[in-house]
């Protein structure tokens, strides 16, 4: 069973850091593109950025481009985000995602989100 | 950037058919999925590639697209289905979800 899970979520200060991590079993991690959602409460869901299984790939979403550092460690079947300069509007709960197929390019076109980690709530207010 | 337009709610009664469209300028060229999410719960994939069930998703789930128009439509529907369902569409630059569409059955 795939099985993700999140930690690391918690209240910071405007311009803070975070550190998120996602622990991945019940798949081979290592041939996977991985991916982070957040859902702004009350709100939908907006995709943030993606790492392809060998982290030659990286994708970051517009609006955080500039202030995240995604990275992957495949020995230790983990995930990680590291948000910088935080804002109020980055208060959200955040997903980690596996997708449906690997990320072999500058595009990742086609692909999906498969499964979903439980997330873990980020909190950004003074 | 580009934008995928979904109803904010729809109702059917059980039994019937819920049909959700999701519209966008990009859907002529790229495959669509669908998530559905229960109150207080992460999001579950229902559909991807246009149509593909995974694993464990009831057979009533079915998803189209035609043109700039994808569907996600639940034959018979049923209390358990009361969710949001939220369309996604990765290309021509990033992942896009659909605003999400609140499902009530009753």
């Known amino acids: 069973e795939v099985q993700l899970v999140e930690s690391g979520g918690g209240l910071v200060k405007p311009g803070g850091s975070l550190r998120l991590s996602c622990e991945a079993s019940?798949?081979?991690?290592?041939?996977?593109?991985m991916s982070w959602v957040r859902q702004a409460p009350g709100k939908g869901l907006e995709w943030i950025s993606s790492?392809?299984?060998?982290?030659?790939?990286?994708y970051r979403g517009a609006s955080v481009t500039g202030r995240l550092t995604l990275a992957r460690d495949n020995a230790k079947n983990s995930l990680y985000l590291q948000m910088d300069r935080l804002r109020v509007e980055d208060t959200a709960i955040y997903y980690c995602?596996?997708?449906?197929?690997?990320?072999?390019?500058?595009?990742?076109?086609?692909?999906?989100?498969?499964?979903w980690g439980q997330g873990t709530l980020v909190t950004v207010s003074s | 950037s580009y934008a995928l337009t979904q109803p904010p709610s729809l109702s059917v009664s059980p039994g019937q058919t819920a049909s959700i469209p999701c519209s966008g300028e990009?859907?002529?060229?790229?495959?669509s999925s669908w998530y559905q999410q229960r109150p207080g719960q992460s999001p579950v994939l229902v559909i991807f590639?246009?149509?593909k069930r995974p694993s464990g998703v009831p057979e009533r789930f079915s998803g189209s697209r035609s043109g700039n128009i994808a569907a996600l439509t639940i034959s018979g529907a049923q209390a358990t289905d009361d969710a949001v369902y939220y369309c996604?569409?990765?290309?021509?630059?990033?992942?896009?979800f659909g605003g999400g569409t609140t499902l009530t059955v009753l």
């Open positions: 790492i392809s299984s060998s982290s030659t790939y990286t």
């Open positions: 995602t596996r997708s449906g197929f690997d990320c072999t390019s500058t595009k990742c076109d086609n692909n999906w989100f498969e499964s």
């Open positions: 990009t859907l002529g060229d790229f495959s």
């Open positions: 019940g798949f081979t991690f290592r041939t996977h593109t």
């Open positions: 996604q569409v990765w290309g021509p630059y990033s992942p896009v």
């Open positions: 590639q246009d149509n």
